[in-house]
T-cell receptor, first 116, second 113 residues
């Protein structure tokens, strides 16, 4: 596709349920990132994938959060046993390798998660 | 602690007016600084990137400045348009081997007719 796509655009769930958020990066981008944007807060880094390397999970806030990237392309962020404080916009971004330096990260539109 | 602080938190201006947004950072070592524009309900889009040796860079009506000595950057918007209404986010890349990005909380700009 032309840009990073994310689905669903909105997700409302009940506390305690599991959710899966999907990200389709730009074709050819080997680096993929997940961020969380809470109301009035800056973007919070969650996890980073680069090619076949082990992901950088240093930003995941708890073991309820996990992510995988299959075939070096599509990624899924899973939140288990959701809590109200998980409510936020979850943004995915991708970039060319190495994903550092001046390489620009291109962001998707985000998934707005609301936990009731 | 590596931090990025933006001011003001929000700003309302009339269409056609100019404005300047500020970004102060304590990130060290420094690699580069980007300004992003984030429209409501959309992901951030890069406006400009500044590296250590660059003082000024323009992108249409947007002009970014960087003072690496004082660790300050500004984004000046000239002749504002209604479509400039958005959040503007300052992002600094750490110069270490991991190259982490540190995000400011953004300035919410509203341009009124």
């Amino acid at each position: 596709g032309a840009g990073v796509s994310q689905s669903p655009s909105n997700k409302v769930t009940e506390k305690g349920k599991d959710v899966e958020l999907r990200c389709d990066p730009i074709s050819g981008h080997t680096a993929l990132y997940w961020y969380r944007q809470s109301l009035g807060q800056g973007l919070e880094f969650l996890i980073y994938f680069q090619g076949n390397s082990a992901p950088d999970k240093s930003g995941l806030p708890s073991d309820r959060f996990s992510a995988e990237r299959t075939g070096g392309s599509v990624s899924t962020l899973t939140i288990q046993r959701t809590q109200q404080e998980d409510s936020a916009v979850y943004l995915c971004a991708s970039s060319f390798y190495p994903g550092r330096g001046t390489n620009e990260q291109f962001f998707g539109p985000g998934t707005r998660l609301t936990v009731l | 602690k590596n931090q990025v602080e933006q001011s003001p938190q929000s700003l309302i201006i009339l269409e056609g007016k100019n404005c300047t947004l500020q970004c102060n950072y304590t990130v060290s070592p420094f690699s580069n600084l980007r300004w992003y524009k984030q429209d409501t309900g959309r992901g951030p889009v890069s406006l400009t990137i500044m590296t250590f040796s660059e003082n000024t860079k323009s992108n249409g009506r947007y002009t970014a400045t960087l003072d690496a000595d004082t660790k300050q950057s500004s984004l000046h918007i000239t002749a504002s348009q209604l479509s400039d209404s958005a959040s503007y986010i300052c992002v600094v890349r750490h110069g270490g081997s991991q190259g982490n990005l540190i995000f400011g909380k953004g300035t919410k700009l509203s341009v009124k007719p």
